[in-house]
T-cell receptor, first 108, second 114 residues
Framework: TQLLEQSPQFLSIQEGENLTVYCNSS?????LQWYRQEPGEGPVLLVT?????EVKKLKRLTFQFGDARKDSSLHITAAQPGDTGLYLC????????FGAGTRLTVKP | NAGVTQTPKFQVLKTGQSMTLQCAQD?????MYWYRQDPGMGLRLIYY???????DKGEVPNGYNVSRLNKREFSLRLESAAPSQTSVYFC?????????????FGSGTQLSVL
């Protein structure tokens, strides 16, 4: 079993729609990160959340860290085809562990 | 500034062969990680090195060895490759701040073991 469970595993939506993906764990993390990965490349960091209840916005992306620092969500407003990719969450304690990811496809 | 460089990009091995995956970073980071990525499994940590001269096991260390040759380089060795080690391997270099870390990834090595 994964330390971090991400849902949904796959998501296919039309351009302009809103979506939320989730990252859940039974473990508490000192920080949680979201990465985006495109085919043939390594993941690239989008955001780090550190404080329980923290909300960070990055243009159309909103990230939230749960109060207990065990879970997080990523909300995308008015999705665009350029948002297509694999979204990975990662929790930090002594090392960095990743979830399996949500593969998002945004159709024009 | 190259960031994190992994070699080779592609490799095909026969069962039982050995090979070393190379990783080098030019950002003067202390920590480096090796992950493998398989469909539906995400990135799983194989080994990590918190500083030059130290290494620790991650989630899936069996069948692998690592060497932190110096601050720049962190290599991953498969002594006797098995088909279960077919995967994409990523090396990451870690910037550590007071409250958080940021991982910088290489572009990966796609390994097939026949």
């Amino acid at each position: 079993t994964q330390l971090l469970e991400q849902s949904p595993q796959f998501l296919s939506i039309q351009e302009g729609e809103n979506l939320t993906v989730y990252c859940n764990s039974s473990s508490v993390f000192s920080s949680l990160q979201w990465y985006r990965q495109e085919p043939g490349e390594g993941p690239v960091l989008l955001v780090t959340v550190v404080t329980g209840g923290e909300v960070k916005k990055l243009k159309r992306l909103t990230f939230q860290f749960g109060d207990a620092r065990k879970d997080s969500s990523l909300h995308i407003t008015a999705a665009q085809p350029g948002d297509t990719g694999l979204y990975l969450c990662a929790g930090a304690n002594n090392d960095m562990r990743f979830g399996a990811g949500t593969r998002l496809t945004v159709k024009p | 500034n190259a960031g994190v460089t992994q070699t080779p990009k592609f490799q095909v091995l026969k069962t039982g062969q050995s090979m070393t995956l190379q990783c080098a970073q030019d950002m003067n980071h202390n920590s480096m990680y090796w992950y493998r990525q398989d469909p539906g499994m995400g990135l799983r940590l194989i080994y990590y090195s918190a500083s030059e001269g130290t290494t620790d096991k991650g989630e899936v260390p069996n069948g692998y060895n690592v060497s932190r040759l110096n601050k720049r380089e962190f290599s991953l060795r498969l002594e006797s490759a098995a088909p279960s080690q077919t995967s994409v391997y990523f090396c990451a270099s870690v910037w550590s701040g007071q409250l958080n870390e940021k991982l910088f990834f290489g572009s990966g090595t796609q390994l097939s073991v026949l």
